[in-house]
């Protein structure tokens, strides 16, 4: 079916066009007219039988149950017109209503509508309305149920300005003929309504099928809202013309039943999606705009409004004010998402995972800062790299999970040794770095012998108690030349690196409990005996190297540090840590 599906198209299509350019050309007698007009009815409504119920034996489930039930709507209107045809042919009543004819028709939307329902089942929710929360889920219900208020209300008051407001006005000779006058547009009503909120709604697996079966329902309807019009107008006849959504409907059913499944617009393109997505949210609209330019129509050519369309018209009026406040809470509720999601992205790519700290990026960027505002003003600041001694041994025998925790304590306890102006970041490992805005100098040092005593204390880690130390590298950033943050933070590494290279040259000492080195010298990640802590200033230019003996270097041992030197707490118990300076 799919290689003929084009051909048979082509051909209902120019089936529809011809019978309604002979029905408008007059050029046939009013008797042929009806003919004419009767048999194209006849043949539209059978052959929507046909191709519905023959295609519903080659599916199944829900493909396979909308049509039957559409065949059976159509079936039924075709019986009714088969009625109508004899009662204008024979019986010479132009316009026979109420008569059994009315019962085959309004089987149609009797059927059709579950027909629809279940059409909809195989659709998926359109692109931009589907919610994923519960408070989402929330606002897409109000949604939702708005725009159905505005898609029900704008056809209602449009039907109502043309046909409905028309047949209740004028009543009818009877009660039986005024309830089947008011049926039709009420029913075409309910179908049109099911149409479109079924076109903004739900996104169908076939758009053509779709477009096929809503384009001929639209029509039947439109034709029926005429017909009820002059019938309640006590028209003696009815236009041949306007029975072209009659002949046009059927034939559009027939073509959405025989629509093969994989007949789809090629997808895969982001433009094409965007648009059939904005074209879906924004039909709910539509017959808003139809029904506001009908009536405002109307009333400039003094034609009048009632009670109920003023009426309707303001409800509709405050149903889009509430849509449009659900839509400004919905999009500030969705920036403060974006915002947020950007925050949390920018944090995580400015801080280290594990600990919270701030990631060599972010540390270079602040240095980077630091060193411009220095030039400037001459703003000075230090820079503290930290090696944890000892971490391996606790890594290694204990498990990773034992090192995270522990680096995590180690964070902890750095972060209440700076102040909120202090950058405490870890540059990987078990390698710290921090940056201590000040405009005094000793301050670096007071906060470097903060970290050293803050190490000394035991930590608990998942129940086991470790003991580890550290070797601390401070420079201070030069006043009078120019220097990049790499460079920077390499002479701190350096600073940090002789630290290390002197106590093992001096070697000697008790390791911490719990972390002692495999051999007699401690190791560059252990930590080194408990004793004096040592001093060393090392005033030459960078890049930073250890001077010989008879360089300005001096040890403190179990006594106030030297009045020019680093205030590192005089306590016998904090491990063998040097702090090497540069300026």
Known sequence: MTRYFPLVSALVCCYVVAVIAVLGSGVLTEESALIVDDAAQLISGSGA???CWWRARHNHGGQRHWRVLLGLGTAGWTAGMAVWA??????DTPLPS????DVGFLTLPVFALPALLVFAED????RGITARSARAAARTRAVLVLDGLIVTGSLFLLTWATALGAVVSSGAPTALGFVVAVAYPVTDLVLVVIVVL???FRRARNSLRLLLLGSGLIALSVSDSIFAYLVSSGAA????????GFVAGPALIALAAIVPDDHEAASGHEWRERTVDWAHLMLPYLPLMVAASYTTVKTVLGAGTDDLEVVGVFLLFVLVVLRQLVTLIDNAKLLEKVRNTQEDLAHQASHDPLTGL????????????S???NSRTHYPFGLLYLDLDGFKAVNDTFGHSAGDALLRAVADRLRECVRTADTVARLGGDEFAVLVATERRQESELVGGRVLAALQRPFTVEGRSHTIGGSLGIVHCPVDEEISAQTLLHHADAAMYATKQRRKQRGGGTPPQGTAPADDEPADDEPAGAGAVEEGTIRAAPPVHDEPPDTEAHSVHDGPTAPDGPAVPDNPNVPDDGISLHN
């Open 49 to 51: 039988t046909i191709a």
């Open 86 to 91: 004899w009662f204008r042919t024979f019986a």
């Open 98 to 101: 109420p008569s059994l004819a």
């Open 123 to 126: 659709g998926r929710p359109v």
């Open 198 to 200: 079924l076109a903004s």
């Open 237 to 244: 006849s009815m236009n041949p013309l306007f029975d072209a």
């Open 358 to 369: 701030a990631n060599r990026t972010l540390l270079y960027e602040r240095l980077h800062d």
């Open 371 to 373: 060193i411009t505002r």
